[in-house]
């Protein structure tokens, strides 16, 4: 995974002037044993699930709970600009719908033909 100790300034896609490294292209790191690539690090993916904290696993959660007052959505999977504890599925974060960051994404998934 892509995180804060590993990611350096040759990347190709720096933020431009101001000297900070950024994302990496796909597929520069091994797949995972579901043949996915890049599930963990480089960007949060901003998922469907509601945020909401603390989280209890006996409470209704998922993207069918939606909270009465926080429109936040969970983020995981951690980012180039984090450490490499957070490059994992069970780290969670929050992020609405107006957030903007080069360390957040979602993930497009296309099926071959």
């Known amino acids: ?3 804060s100790g590993n990611n350096n300034t040759s990347t190709t896609c720096t ?3 101001s000297g900070i490294y950024g994302t ?4 520069q790191k091994l797949k995972n044993e579901l043949d996915l690539y890049d599930m963990s690090g480089n960007v949060y993916e901003w998922c469907q699930d509601w945020y909401r904290s603390p989280y209890n696993y006996n409470e209704p959660h998922g993207p069918s709970y939606r909270p009465a007052t926080n429109s936040h959505r969970v ?10 504890d957070d490059c994992r ?9 107006l957030s903007r960051d ?3 994404g979602f ?4 099926k071959g033909d």
């Open 1 to 3: 995974a892509w995180y």
């Open 89 to 97: 599925v069970s780290s969670r974060h929050s992020n609405g719908p």
């Open 107 to 110: 993930r497009v998934v296309y």
């Open 75 to 84: 983020s995981r999977g951690g980012g180039w600009f984090y450490g490499n």
């Open 24 to 27: 990496k292209p796909v597929k």
């Open 15 to 17: 933020n431009p002037g």
């Open 102 to 104: 080069t360390n957040i």
